[in-house]
T-cell receptor, first 116, second 113 residues
Framework: KAGVTQTPRYLIKTRGQQVTLSCSPI?????VSWYQQTPGQGLQFLFE???????NKGNFPGRFSGRQFSNSRSEMNVSTLELGDSALYLC???????????????FGNGTRLTVT | LAKTTQPISMDSYEGQEVNITCSHN???????ITWYQQFPSQGPRFIIQ???TKVTNEVASLFIPADRKSSTLSLPRVSLSDTAVYYC??????????????FGRGTSLIVHP
């Protein structure tokens, strides 16, 4: 089975722009969750989608949004970029919704976003 | 809200056993404890998961005391390739029925020759 694929791998944007990141989960996985990783704050949960519906959301402003398609692929959008949005954005897939017993997360290698 | 605490860094030598402890005082009754390993420029990789007592797989063991307020990841006979950051993950309660994965800040393990 192919692993979780995230595109693009690297991205450079300027303040005020918006960006869309893509995540293709492992085949058959219907849960996709997104995370922001920075040296200062560590790994922080953004949101989770399952069967095209957002189930959970972390403590991030509304500039961070996402969606999931019928094939379980997911996109994350960040609008009005700020310098502090520079981070590694990771997505993870699992076969069942987050919180289910024995449902480890399978992570992609992330998109490195740099905002200048 | 659940919060996890781990040592920031640890050093070891090849062939030694390494134990990394994570504190999670407010773990919810239904939450499992999961550990991940992360190498630079890669996403975290699942190592082991448990609910109580002891779990062992081919790469690690996980010890969870009866009160479940902490857990210890044990890596037997580490090698240089075990140099990585290790995260413990527990849920963040069931507020409103939602589940918020809460990662610790990670423990940077450096294995020396």
């Amino acid at each position: 089975k192919a692993g979780v694929t995230q595109t693009p791998r690297y991205l450079i944007k300027t303040r005020g722009q918006q960006v869309t990141l893509s995540c293709s989960p492992i085949s058959g996985h219907r849960s996709v969750s997104w995370y922001q990783q920075t040296p200062g704050q560590g790994l922080q949960f953004l949101f989770e989608y399952f069967s095209e519906t957002q189930r959970n959301k972390g403590n991030f402003p509304g500039r961070f949004s996402g969606r999931q398609f019928s094939n379980s692929r997911s996109e994350m959008n960040v609008s009005t970029l700020e310098l502090g949005d520079s981070a590694l954005y990771l997505c993870a897939s699992s076969s069942i919704p987050l919180g289910g017993n024995n449902s480890p997360l399978h992570f992609g290698n992330g998109t490195r976003l740099t905002v200048t | 809200l659940a919060k996890t605490t781990q040592p920031i860094s640890m050093d070891s030598y090849e062939g030694q056993e390494v134990n990394i402890t994570c504190s999670h005082n407010n773990i919810a009754t239904n939450d499992y404890i999961t550990w991940y390993q992360q190498f630079p420029s890669q996403g975290p990789r699942f190592i082991i998961q448990g609910y109580k007592t002891k779990v062992t797989n081919e790469v690690a063991s996980l010890f969870i005391p009866a009160d479940r307020k902490s857990s210890t990841l044990s890596l037997p006979r580490v090698s240089l390739s075990d140099t990585a950051v290790y995260y413990c993950l527990v849920g963040d309660g069931r507020a409103g029925g939602s589940y918020i994965p809460t990662f610790g800040r990670g423990t940077s393990l450096i294995v020396h020759p």
